[in-house]
């Protein structure tokens, strides 16, 4: 049960970004190294 707690937490809410607000947008750059990173542009878009 633990491990897939820490699993979850390491695929979905640890994120390997940068924040950027603009005056009209807030974008977030996902590291071209991040392996979930098909999965949030996905969900994003």
């Known amino acids: 049960y633990r491990q897939q707690?820490?699993?979850f937490r390491l695929k979905y809410v640890f994120l390997a970004a940068k924040i950027i607000k603009t005056a009209?947008?807030?974008i977030m750059?996902?590291?071209?190294?991040?392996?979930?990173?098909?999965?949030y542009e996905k969900c994003l878009v």
């Not at 750059?29 to 392996?35: A, H, M, R, T, V």
Request: charged share 30%; aromatic share 18%.
């Open 29 to 39: 750059k996902l590291s071209e190294n991040y392996p979930y990173k098909g999965v």
């Open 24 to 26: 009209r947008y807030v």
């Open 5 to 7: 707690i820490k699993t």
